[in-house]
């Protein structure tokens, strides 16, 4: 008996624990986080066979999809061969010739120093610089050094300068011409042939022959750099060769030598596995839980609200599944036989519809950090050119929350698809010139993908729209927009049975939504909370003074309690109307705070000029409540009191009209009608000016028209008998 005891308690505690809020959320981002790794890995993901080159395969390996693949080796044949028909760049050296002239003349001038010095060991001295200057080409000299320099020992000075004169005329003769290090052999041969036609004695020619050959340079010198950036081009300029793999086709037979060839058609095929696949898996998940742990705290901080909320938190994580599985899936699609055209599909990643589902549902400026975040995924998850499907995808989404941002009829969904699509046309046409590789086939078939993303976009949000309104039971614009819609039954109801509350409601409406985009209140949710926030006067239209055509007033026949009673009983009834309709809960907070625990005045007033007991009790005169929680619906009870109370003044010129307006809003803030709304004294300021402003337009002095006018109507009336009875107005 005790076991199934503690059974029992186990799981009434398991199930307590699952039912937390935070245990819900921790399974949630597991859960997300888990997928997340999924979609993004399944680029990464281990693949059937791990194979080196001449290993021997143990089965037959073949395709699973038709694809075209790049042949490497023929490719880097081909490269090769481009490589090899480059030639070598060389850079002129203008200094090659002064700097042979220069070695000439210092080699005669240590020869005439020697000689001028008449030392014992001249002879020796002129042998060793001979030696110095030996040459070790094809073109050996006749005499030794030892008979050279004997020669040198007895020669004139005069012959020795005729000897470097010369020297310095066939040297710069011949490196007139373009000289490069391959052509240092031709131009030794032109100079031991000029020399040899001279008519100097042998020994002389001998020591020209030495210097000259000795002293000859390149003037074209070999760019080693230049050289291999030509080659890189050249063979950069080679197009991959392709070659078509059929489904069916094997790669590599069993009992086969495997090859490096086979072996890169394998990996083009998705069938080779990398070798780095855990440290992929790893990083993969390192990188979601920095993009988990950046949104969750973004969450925290700034929408707290949404955070707290299990629901909402979910919605943001199957909008971001939703995208990254769409976008994963995408990049599979293959649009030809050609690589370049297939890289193309991540500009398909629709992030504009994420981004517009949250703008719509959640919140406009969660939808641009959302939108960041996925279009960085995008980059991961796609192939080719990662960053500009990325920066497609964020500027794609960004047109779509503006576009959403202020909705004022449903066709502005359909829109947004076209402006999206318009922008992305311009993006990618901005990156492909930032790219710097400019093809016009490839640009025209981008700006084609990118403007059918745009139309997608918006086609995925419009279908997906409704059942996560539905699911996550959220209002969104759409749905106000459809709730503003005067065929609404309610408001057709109102229309026919109470229509000076219908007319009173447009009134307020046209008020508080002029108010609500100077502080920063959303219009549209003002403007239809005032539509349906009187509907509880369709019970009982008679008792409420703007639907009482000129009858008795049916509030004297009863006492002012019942009547205060019936009164504020609209506002129990109004929600129970729009229970029936269903009419969403954000609407219903307009019917059932737009009194706050205001005060009924008039029969309050009433009750205690007849109690002599002094029984009357504050409380039984105020209304439910509770006081607006927000500034939408704030606006809408100062609206409302401000409408009906300007529309009972006997002359509303704008001075009354501004005091009015004005002792309204203090009374309703010294009440503490106004304390849970966060309205600031500056909102209620700027919204006492844009009511003024609205209710003197509505209620200006009419023209008064100069006496001669009067008098001349008057003229008019009397001639035709007093039947023109058309106004002067």
Same mark, same amino acid.
């Given at each position: 008996m005790k076991i199934p005891g503690i059974l029992v308690i186990a799981g009434r505690r398991l199930l307590t624990f699952l039912k937390q809020s935070s245990t819900k959320k921790v399974l949630g981002l597991l859960f997300f986080f888990a997928v997340t790794i999924l979609i993004l890995f399944s680029k990464f993901s281990p693949k059937q066979v791990m194979l080196? +080159? %001449? /290993?021997?395969?143990?089965? %037959?390996?073949?395709?699973?999809? #038709?694809?075209?693949?790049?042949?490497?080796?023929?490719?880097? #044949?081909?490269?090769?061969?481009?490589?090899?028909?480059?030639?070598?760049?060389?850079? /002129? &050296?203008?200094?090659?010739?002064?700097?042979?002239? &220069?070695?000439?003349?210092?080699?005669?001038? $240590?020869?005439?120093?020697?000689?001028? @010095?008449?030392?014992?060991?001249?002879?020796?001295?002129?042998?060793? =610089?001979?030696? @110095?200057?030996?040459?070790?080409?094809?073109?050996?000299?006749?005499? *030794?050094? *030892?008979?050279?320099? *004997?020669?040198? #020992? !007895?020669?004139?000075?005069? %012959?020795?300068?005729?000897?470097?004169? #010369?020297?310095? @005329?066939?040297?710069?003769?011949?490196? /007139?011409? +373009?000289?490069?290090?391959?052509?240092?052999?031709?131009?030794?041969?032109?100079? !031991?042939?000029?020399?040899?036609?001279?008519?100097?004695?042998?020994? $002389?020619?001998?020591?020209?022959?030495?210097?000259?050959? !000795?002293? =000859?340079?390149?003037?074209?010198?070999?760019?080693? /750099? $230049?050289?291999?950036?030509?080659?890189?081009?050249?063979? %950069?300029?080679?197009?991959?060769?392709?070659?078509?793999?059929?489904?069916?086709?094997i790669i590599v037979h069993r009992g086969e030598r495997v090859t490096p060839e086979q072996i890169s058609t394998l990996e083009q095929l998705g069938i080779q596995r990398s070798r780095s696949y855990p440290l992929t898996l790893v990083g993969s998940a390192l990188f979601v839980l920095l993009t988990f742990w950046l949104s969750i705290d973004f969450l925290r901080r700034y929408y707290r609200k949404i955070y707290e909320n299990d629901s909402l938190m979910l919605l943001i994580g199957l909008i971001f599944i939703l995208v990254l599985s769409i976008t994963r899936v995408l990049t599979i699609i293959r649009l030809g036989d050609q690589p370049e055209i297939n890289a193309l599909t991540g500009y398909l990643a629709p992030v504009a519809a994420g981004s517009m589902l949250v703008a719509i549902l959640l919140e406009n400026r969660l939808a641009y950090f959302l939108t960041m975040i996925m279009a960085v995924y995008v980059g991961l998850i796609t192939e080719g050119n990662q960053l500009f499907y990325a920066i497609t995808a964020f500027v794609g989404g960004t047109v779509g929350v503006f576009q959403v941002y202020r909705l004022s009829q449903t066709s502005d969904l359909a829109k947004s698809g076209v402006y999206i699509a318009l922008v992305n046309i311009i993006t990618i046409f901005t990156l492909t010139l930032i790219g710097g590789n400019v093809n016009l086939h490839l640009l025209l078939v981008a700006g084609i993908i990118g403007a059918v993303n745009g139309i997608l976009s918006a086609v995925l949000m419009i279908g997906a729209l409704p059942y996560l309104e539905t699911s996550f039971s959220i209002t969104s614009m759409i749905k106000l927009l459809e709730l503003a819609n005067p065929t609404h039954p309610l408001l057709k109801q109102l229309l026919l049975e109470a229509p000076g509350t219908y007319h009173h409601s447009l009134m307020v409406a046209n008020l508080a939504e002029a108010a609500a985009e100077p502080i920063g209140a959303n219009p549209l949710l003002v403007r239809v909370g005032s539509y349906y926030h009187d509907i509880g006067k369709i019970k009982r239209t008679d008792y409420f003074v703007e639907n009482q055509r000129g009858y008795e007033n049916p509030h004297e026949k009863i006492a002012p309690a019942l009547s205060a009673l019936i009164i504020t009983s609209h506002v129990r009834e109004g929600v129970e109307l729009a229970r029936e309709a269903r009419l969403p809960q954000i609407i219903i907070d307009f019917i059932e705070q737009h009194h706050g625990t205001s005060l009924a005045k008039f029969f309050y007033s009433r009750a205690l000029e007849e109690d002599r007991e002094g029984t009357i009790s504050e409380e039984n005169f105020r209304y439910e409540g509770p006081k607006p929680q927000s500034r939408e619906v704030a606006l809408v009870m100062l609206a409302d009191s401000v409408e009906a109370a300007v529309k009972s003044l006997q002359d509303p010129n704008p001075e009354r009209i501004r005091n009015m307006v004005r002792r309204i809003i203090k009374d309703k803030l010294n009440d503490g009608q106004l304390e849970t709304s966060d309205l600031t004294f500056k909102d209620l300021d700027t919204v006492a000016g844009s009511f003024c402003q609205m209710l003197e337009g509505i209620y200006h002095k009419r023209i008064e028209y100069p006496e001669i006018i009067v008098r001349e109507f008057e003229k008019r009336r009397e001639k035709h008998g007093g039947h023109d009875h058309k106004s002067a107005e």
């Open positions: 080196k +080159p %001449d /290993e021997v395969a143990q089965q %037959d390996i073949q395709s699973n999809i #038709t694809a075209v693949v790049i042949d490497q080796r023929q490719t880097m #044949t081909l490269k090769q061969q481009a490589a090899s028909r480059v030639q070598k760049v060389y850079q /002129e &050296d203008k200094y090659a010739l002064t700097a042979t002239q &220069d070695e000439i003349n210092n080699f005669f001038a $240590a020869i005439n120093e020697i000689l001028a @010095s008449s030392s014992p060991d001249t002879k020796t001295r002129l042998k060793e =610089l001979l030696d @110095s200057n030996k040459h070790n080409g094809q073109f050996k000299i006749r005499y *030794s050094s *030892s008979q050279l320099a *004997s020669y040198l #020992t !007895n020669a004139r000075p005069q %012959d020795l300068e005729q000897m470097r004169l #010369t020297s310095l @005329s066939i040297v710069a003769g011949v490196m /007139e011409q +373009p000289v490069t290090e391959e052509a240092i052999g031709g131009l030794e041969e032109q100079v !031991n042939n000029s020399i040899g036609q001279l008519a100097f004695v042998p020994q $002389a020619q001998d020591i020209m022959k030495l210097i000259c050959i !000795n002293s =000859l340079r390149p003037n074209l010198v070999f760019n080693e /750099e $230049a050289t291999n950036q030509a080659r890189k081009e050249a063979m %950069d300029a080679v197009k991959p060769v392709q070659k078509t793999v059929k489904a069916g086709e």
